[in-house]
């Protein structure tokens, strides 16, 4: 057997065997019977002239193997080295960057016993410049995996709560990064992602709060997703579906479980004062594409609530939440009374007397997100009352059979911030 038959064995085993002992030991048998005709000489040069491609193999195989021997001692030796007691902290921060080099070698590295122990270290480790590095370890192969963005997503997500504000800003961008390559039959994972990217909106570093608003921005309103090189075009109804389910991951977190329904969000929230940071910056960009893709992402919800079959409360929140932080989303230039239209009829749903707490508190809930979407929409058309006036008649019969109806409907509007009474008065004007 020539080295060339012996390269071209071994490379149909690599390409065909998915274990990497079984990989190794036919290797080693091969090396084995090469090593004895080298050194008896039977072999004439012809038969022994190797292709550039057939030493890359035997490299390739041969490092690897050599690898796989000395990770573990390799391993345990650097996150060693991770040990604040011992180890002045440039000294750790580039024994963190050498896991870096390990992993890069053989990814399948993270799956080590102590790997993830040895990282978590490091993230909590005094020195801002070792956390930063153990950051970017992680961060650069969770984008690439998804599998281990979910393994890592809640060790990233702590590190958003970091005293440094360069920690922060890095952690924000892996988890954006991460939120856009999990399979979405892990949606839970990513409004757990968008969530912690959310808590930062209110962050006392600014530079963090501009990662934020640039984030959500780009997710919900302009229809390519990403940046540094990570760009994902999403369509207006992929765009609202995002904000949707942040917006219900948030009510659902804010509320009691006592509570037999969730009270409205306010202004001082954390997606309100999101959603108007962005307005703001739309406002000074003084670009008039981005007011026509907010619109579009609100119109997008609206159709949503309307003709999606399943739950239609995520529509709701997510609108309700736009219409705080800017009214005019959902009053389209070319037809201002689309959204009130649509909403409307809504308000003649009452629960059912005899109905599930379950199905009582659903309808109950879709009745006050109905509500506060509307007296928003009202109070800033109320200098064209000549245009509302015929709807808004409707919409007070509709709120009056409600209250008639059914005595939860009284409770449903004593939640809310303006009384029946006044919501009444507005609208008869």
């Known amino acids: 057997m020539c080295l060339r038959t012996l390269c071209e064995d071994l490379g149909k085993f690599e390409t065909s065997s998915e274990n990497d002992d079984d990989l190794n030991e036919h290797a080693s048998k091969l090396f084995a019977v090469a090593t004895e005709r080298l050194s008896s000489y039977e072999a004439s040069l012809g038969e022994n002239t190797l292709s550039q491609e057939d030493v890359a193999l035997v490299m390739k195989v041969t490092v690897h193997q050599q690898f796989l021997t000395a990770a573990p ?8 080295i991770l040990d604040s007691k011992q180890q002045a902290p440039t000294t750790r921060a580039k024994a963190v960057k050498a896991l870096g080099d390990v992993v890069s070698a053989d990814n399948r590295v993270m799956d080590y016993p102590g790997m993830v122990v040895g990282v978590e270290r490091a993230l909590q480790d005094d020195a801002i410049s070792v956390r930063e590095a153990a950051l970017t370890l992680v961060g650069k192969h969770m984008v690439k995996d998804a599998s281990l963005a979910l393994k890592l997503l809640r060790m990233v997500i702590k590190a958003t709560e970091d005293q440094g504000s360069s920690v922060r800003r890095s952690a924000i961008k892996i988890l954006r990064d991460c939120a856009l390559v999990i399979p979405l039959e892990h949606s839970d994972r990513i409004s757990e992602a968008y969530r912690a990217i959310l808590s930062r909106s209110t962050d006392s570093e600014e530079s963090v709060k501009g990662i934020v608003v640039r984030l ?45 329904t969730r009270n409205l969000i306010d202004r001082s929230h954390p997606l309100i004062v999101l959603l108007t940071d962005i307005q703001d910056e739309v406002n000074q960009s003084k670009r008039g594409t981005a007011n026509r893709e907010e619109l579009r992402t609100a119109t997008a919800l609206l159709d949503l609530f309307m003709y ?24 389209p230039e070319s037809d201002p009374l689309r959204f009130l239209r649509a909403l409307s009829p809504h308000l003649r749903r009452a629960p059912a007397q005899q109905g599930s707490q379950a199905d009582t508190r659903s309808i109950a809930e879709e009745i006050l997100y109905t509500l506060g979407i509307i007296t928003h929409i009202l109070g800033d058309m109320e200098d064209q009352r000549a245009l509302i006036s015929d709807i808004a008649t409707e919409m007070t019969e509709d709120l009056v059979d409600l209250i008639n109806k059914a005595r939860m409907s009284l409770r449903i509007l004593d939640q809310f911030h303006k009384s029946p009474q006044q919501f009444l008065t507005m609208v008869k004007k």
């Open 73 to 80: 001692a390799m391993l345990s030796w650097i996150l060693e």
């Open 216 to 260: 959500f921005k780009s997710l919900w309103f302009d229809p390519v997703a990403g940046e540094d090189g990570l760009r994902v075009e999403r369509s207006p109804t992929e765009r609202a579906e995002s904000l949707a389910r942040l917006a219900t991951s948030v009510v659902e977190a804010s509320s009691s479980n006592s509570s037999n």
């Open 308 to 331: 999606d079959n399943g739950d239609s409360l995520p529509y709701l929140h997510a609108m309700y939440a736009l219409v705080l932080s800017n009214p005019k989303a959902c009053i």
